[in-house]
């Protein structure tokens, strides 16, 4: 087990979460792998995910050491996030189970559960007149983090966490072990937007917002995001429907 030295005193009620997870605290995400927010005994809001055992080849690379767990990726990645001031819930714990052949199993990643309250999928069929803040916002907090060499290889809806208070937006990003450290050009900058869901004008004003804030052109950023949507989105709506109204 891996733990943040902040939280050594939950130590040994960590070490019993595997055996204690299906009773604790409620579900808020379920499929292949499983998404409970608990409260601890210190009454820290915990967020705990539960990962499902890796197919054959990848239980195989994760358990050799070739390439580390999506779990423990999870939990190594936030420290580096939260050094180059970007938000993301702070990392608890990294717990993994293995068999008596030294194969893993399920593995879980601890953090304190975020306070911010909504994500990207509001924005789905949003009208034109309610989303303009938005997008300029978004577009300036995607540029600080390509700035400070972060790109988030699964910039999608679920995955970027939203507020707004008196002080203006405030974003969070999670689901982090897929991530890139590394100077962003405005090719991959503008190709990480293309998972966004939203009207078309939304994201063309992601895109330029991101342009000015990045020093990059506009046009230029508006037709690289706008390609790379378009690529992604037909390719997907041939495996998955969409629940929102679709401009490419």
């Known amino acids: 087990m891996l733990i943040n030295p902040k939280y050594q005193h939950l130590k040994k009620w960590l070490e019993q979460l595997p055996k204690q997870f299906e009773q604790l605290g409620e579900v808020i995400y379920d499929k292949r792998n499983q998404l409970r927010v608990i409260e601890a005994p210190d009454g820290t809001l915990i967020n705990a995910k539960r990962y499902c055992v890796p197919h054959a080849f990848n239980r195989l690379v994760y358990s050799s050491g070739i390439r580390q767990p999506k779990?423990?990726?999870?939990?190594?990645?936030p420290f580096r996030l939260l050094e180059r001031g970007?938000?993301?819930p702070e990392p608890i714990a990294y717990i993994e189970q293995r068999n008596r052949l030294g194969l893993l199993q399920e593995c879980y990643f601890v953090s304190v559960q975020s306070p911010l309250k909504h994500t990207l999928?509001?924005?789905g069929d949003a009208q034109e007149g309610t989303y303009e803040e938005m997008a300029r916002e978004l577009g300036r907090f995607t540029a600080m983090m390509h700035d400070r060499e972060v790109l988030h290889l699964d910039y999608s809806?679920?995955?970027?966490?939203?507020?707004?208070?008196?002080m203006g937006y405030h974003f969070a990003i999670v689901d982090i072990n897929r991530m890139?450290?590394?100077k962003v050009d405005i090719k991959d900058g503008c190709s990480a937007l293309r998972r966004l869901?939203?009207?078309k004008r939304f994201i063309e004003l992601i895109a330029r917002s991101y342009a000015v804030a990045r020093g990059f052109d506009e046009d230029e950023a508006v037709r690289l995001t706008m390609a790379a949507r378009t690529a992604f989105w037909t390719r997907y709506q041939r495996r998955h429907p969409?629940?929102?109204p679709l401009e490419l």
């Open 180 to 182: 890139r450290f590394g």
């Open 121 to 123: 999928y509001e924005f």
């Open 197 to 199: 869901w939203g009207p």
């Open 86 to 88: 970007i938000d993301t």
């Open 157 to 166: 809806p679920g995955n970027i966490l939203w507020d707004k208070d008196e």
């Open 242 to 244: 969409v629940d929102f």
């Open 71 to 77: 779990g423990k990726r999870a939990f190594l990645y």
